[in-house]
T-cell receptor, first 115, second 115 residues
Framework: DAMVIQNPRYQVTQFGKPVTLSCSQTLNHNVMYWYQQKSSQAPKLLFHYYDKDFNNEADTPDNFQSRRPNTSFCFLDIRSPGLGDAAMYLC??????????????FGPGTRLTVL | AQTVTQSQPEMSVQEAETVTLSCTYDTSESNYYLFWYKQPPSRQMILVIRQEAYKQQNATENRFSVNFQKAAKSFSLKISDSQLGDTAMYFCAFMKHDSNYQLIWGAGTKLIIKP
């Protein structure tokens, strides 16, 4: 089945130690998103790629970076995690056409713990 | 700017009952899409139902249906014959027709189905 895969599902890191989360998709979608979701809150969009074009949300901290080496993979790098960065990180994809075909498909998420 | 409001932080009903989750939104756009997403505990976010604003007919998906009132800017979700597996966070979301990425999310409603 076509899907969005996130690895690892659970990640523990130390305060200030860089960490990378990965996302892959078999849907061949143009757009890939990274969201941060804190407990019982709505997802907050960090950035997205439309093909190779990177789009950063204005309030995304510089501590968060992303890479998309090819259509299938996208990475979230947190350069110096702080305690406030502990959250669920969701990857999503969409076709990229405007309108109804821009339904977003989500991965299972990576829960990040910062010690 | 668009906003989405879910006024019920938490609801609980008995299994097999019908429950309605409310969502209101604010926009000056005439053409847009509305979504209900479901996020079960420790599981991934999935799309429950979508509604195109230009369609007067309310969307339905099996036990899930919406009451879309465009003039009132209201988009409620009705779950009939509720099941234990319906226990989840439910998020209402808005997207402009010409947007290719940005979902505006409500704060979510935690729905608990009791046996």
């Amino acid at each position: 089945d076509a899907m969005v895969i996130q690895n690892p599902r659970y990640q523990v890191t130390q305060f200030g130690k860089p960490v990378t989360l990965s996302c892959s998709q078999t849907l061949n979608h143009n757009v890939m998103y990274w969201y941060q979701q804190k407990s019982s809150q709505a997802p907050k969009l960090l950035f997205h790629y439309y093909d190779k074009d990177f789009n950063n949300e204005a309030d995304t901290p510089d501590n968060f970076q992303s890479r998309r080496p090819n259509t299938s993979f996208c990475f979230l790098d947190i350069r110096s995690p702080g305690l406030g960065d502990a959250a669920m990180y969701l990857c999503a994809t969409s076709r990229g056409a405007s309108g109804r075909y821009n339904e977003q498909f989500f991965g299972p998420g990576t829960r990040l713990t910062v010690l | 700017a668009q906003t989405v409001t879910q006024s019920q932080p938490e609801m609980s009903v008995q299994e097999a009952e019908t429950v309605t989750l409310s969502c209101t939104y604010d926009t000056s756009e005439s053409n847009y899409y509305l979504f209900w997403y479901k996020q079960p505990p420790s599981r991934q976010m999935i799309l429950v139902i979508r509604q195109e604003a230009y369609k007067q007919q309310n969307a339905t998906e099996n036990r899930f249906s919406v009451n879309f009132q465009k003039a009132a800017k209201s988009f409620s979700l009705k779950i009939s014959d509720s099941q234990l597996g319906d226990t989840a966070m439910y998020f209402c979301a808005f997207m402009k027709h010409d947007s290719n990425y940005q979902l505006i999310w409500g704060a979510g409603t935690k729905l608990i189905i009791k046996p």
